[in-house]
């Protein structure tokens, strides 16, 4: 019904930045809040960031002042830039989005993750 799809993942050196994307399509009617996650090997998957429809934001504390997040309603898509990335930002990231479908039901979304690497 609805699909996510993230892109941008990659290495990058320690210091550098990086931007994700995640674009959803399907039987959209509406989406909600849209956030980010990540979860490196062994850890719990933490959540990083959150941006309503109308944009208002919030972040984790261990992200706070290097990350952002952005969206694009018209395109359906979610941006997370990562700027001054250290090697314990090393995960997969997931974006995630309360969808309201074309039907009116309302489900949560989650994209496939990419993985982000980081070289000290």
């Known amino acids: 019904q609805v699909q996510l799809v993230e892109s941008g993942g990659g290495l990058v050196q320690a210091g550098g930045t990086r931007r994700l994307s995640c674009a959803a399509s399907g039987s959209i009617f509406s989406i909600n809040a849209m956030r980010w996650y990540r979860q490196a090997p062994g850890k719990q998957r933490e959540w990083l960031a959150a941006?309503?429809?109308?944009?208002?934001?919030n972040y984790a504390d261990s992200v706070k002042g290097r990350f952002t997040i952005s969206r694009d309603n018209a395109k359906n898509t979610v941006y997370l830039q990562m700027n001054g990335l250290r090697p314990e930002d090393a995960a997969v990231y997931y974006c995630?989005?309360?969808?309201?479908?074309?039907?009116?039901?309302?489900?949560?979304?989650w994209g496939q993750g990419a993985q982000v690497g980081v070289a000290s």
């Open positions: 941006i309503t429809s109308g944009g208002s934001t």
């Open positions: 995630n989005a309360g969808v309201k479908l074309v039907s009116r039901a309302i489900i949560g979304a």
